[in-house]
Structures are given as structure tokens and as C-alpha cells.
């Protein structure tokens, strides 16, 4: 992982330990890595306003994750306030931004475009947010074993037919929305792929343009 910010090898190792906390099939930090690769290229295309803050967000976002629970996001965000405050006091970051995005993730699919806001910081939500969904138009083996991962991660959470009603009401709602991603730059690039990796699963028909 290239560090953007030096991070002390104590918060580093903290960081690791929390993504394997409980063991994960998804959700663990080779999740982050993934995300990072799509933040590489945000950097090299359109650009990152706050690079600093972005980052920290990818890597704490699911810092604390147990499949089901509502606050994820939430304590996630508060681990990342607690760590800065603790390792990265003196490097002038803004923690506020990071506790947003984070928080953010929790709105993942009940978003618009317009609600993130206008100018460079709205378009640090938007990518940040499509980082995070860019899985839903990876190829079709990648995908497949991500919506296994997440099976996997609730198998012990609820029974298997109501993750099945639920998840299909989660994916048919991103399929069914005007975007699934919030800047052009991952809609461009994304959404077509995407939209078919939702149409395979749920075993909807192709659309006439697809």
C-alpha cells in the first residue's frame, strides 16, 4: 500500500487488525486495497481536492464492520476521528471530512448526484462514494465472487432466504435507479458493465440497448 500520509507502524498495524475484526469475507482490507486502486485513478484523471482526507476515508471506512448492524459507518468514522486525533495530530488534516465521507457510505444507493453538493468537494463525495461501488461494475467472475462474500459475511447474521429477499431489494433498487454512479467519470466508464452484472444476478432480460 503506498502511503500517502506516513503512518505510524502502531496505527498502520491497528488499522489491519480492525479490518480482520471479526474475520471478514469481504469487508477486509484487501477491500481497502481494492478501493485504493480506483482512488489511484481518480487521482490521475479528474483529481482529488483533498488527496489526504479521501485516503484516510478509504481506509477507515469499514474499519469496523459486523454484517447486519446499523452503525457501522458511524463507529468507523469515530475510530478514524480517535486515530487522527491520536497519530496525526500535527499533519493539519481536516478530520471533519473524513467523519463525513465515512459517514456517508451508510447512504450508499439513496443518493443523487445533486445531493453531495456543488464544486471540487462535491466531486471528492461523489468519486470517494463510487470508489466505494465500483465492484458493482467490475467483470463478471469479480463480481460474482463479491456478492458471494457477502452472503458469506450475513450467513451467520440471518437466515439465507431473508438475505436473499433483501439483497435482490438492494440490487434491484441500484439497477432500477437513474445512476447507480454519482460523477461522470465512474457513470462513463461503469455503468454499463454494472447494470449488466445486476441484470445477470437478479435474471432480468438485457435491455435493447444492452
Known amino acids: 500500500m503506498r502511503e500517502l500520509i506516513p503512518l ?9 487488525e480492525a ?6 469475507a469481504y469487508h477486509h482490507f484487501g477491500h ?5 486502486a480506483h482512488y489511484g485513478a481518480v487521482a490521475a484523471g479528474p483529481g482529488w481536492a483533498r488527496p489526504r ?3 484516510l476515508a478509504v481506509l477507515y471506512h469499514d474499519a469496523v464492520y459486523k454484517a447486519g448492524r446499523r452503525d457501522n459507518e458511524a463507529r468507523s468514522a469515530a475510530l478514524a476521528a480517535a486515530d487522527i486525533a ?12 473524513v467523519v463525513e465521507l465515512i459517514e456517508l457510505t451508510a447512504r450508499h444507493g439513496a443518493l443523487a448526484p445533486g445531493d453531495l453538493g456543488p464544486g471540487a468537494e462535491g466531486d471528492d463525495r461523489r468519486h470517494f462514494l463510487d470508489c466505494d461501488m465500483a465492484i458493482l461494475g467490475a467483470d463478471a467472475a469479480t463480481f460474482d465472487a463479491y456478492d458471494r462474500a457477502i452472503a458469506e459475511e450475513y450467513r451467520s447474521v440471518v437466515p439465507a432466504w431473508l438475505f436473499r429477499i ?5 440490487l434491484r433498487g441500484l439497477l432500477h435507479s437513474e445512476r447507480i454512479y454519482l460523477s461522470a467519470f465512474f457513470h462513463e466508464r461503469l455503468d454499463a458493465p454494472a447494470r449488466a452484472n445486476l441484470r445477470r444476478v437478479l435474471g432480468d432480460p438485457p435491455t435493447a440497448a444492452a
Open 166 to 170: 433483501r439483497r435482490r431489494r438492494f
Open 53 to 55: 482526507e479521501v485516503w
Open 86 to 97: 491520536r497519530w496525526l495530530s500535527g499533519a493539519g488534516l481536516d478530520t471533519g471530512f
Open 19 to 24: 479490518h480482520a475484526t471479526p474475520p471478514r
Open 8 to 16: 505510524p507502524p502502531d496505527m498502520l498495524a491497528g488499522l489491519r
Open 32 to 36: 481497502v486495497q481494492a478501493v485504493l
